[in-house]
């Protein structure tokens, strides 16, 4: 969010890659809307802590962190 422009200023690059995901005239409003542009630092704060929150709770963290710990060591 630091650098708020990124996205757009990316467009002009975007535009004229050859990769097949940057193609199409939804990818910049994509990224905004990704990147929660429209929020105030309050909501965005809020709706970080939300997903923090949820995940913490959802039991495909909890098994997602169980494979990493068994195949990987990762806890």
């Given at each position: 969010?630091?650098?708020?422009?990124?996205?757009?200023?990316s467009?002009?690059?975007?535009?004229?890659?050859?990769?097949?995901?940057?193609?199409?005239?939804?990818?910049?409003?994509?990224?905004?809307?990704?990147?929660?542009?429209?929020?105030?630092?309050?909501?965005?704060?809020?709706?970080?802590e939300?997903?923090?929150?949820?995940?913490?709770?959802?039991?495909?963290?909890?098994?997602?962190?169980?494979?990493?710990?068994?195949?990987?060591g990762?806890?």
């Amino acid at each position: 969010r630091a650098a708020r422009g990124a996205p757009a200023s990316s467009g002009p690059s975007l535009a004229g890659s050859q990769l097949p995901c940057f193609h199409g005239s939804s990818t910049i409003r994509n990224l905004k809307e990704r990147f929660h542009m429209n929020m105030t630092e309050e909501q965005l704060q809020l709706l970080i802590e939300q997903l923090v929150d949820g995940s913490m709770r959802s039991i495909t963290t909890k098994l997602y962190d169980g494979f990493q710990y068994l195949t990987n060591g990762i806890m």
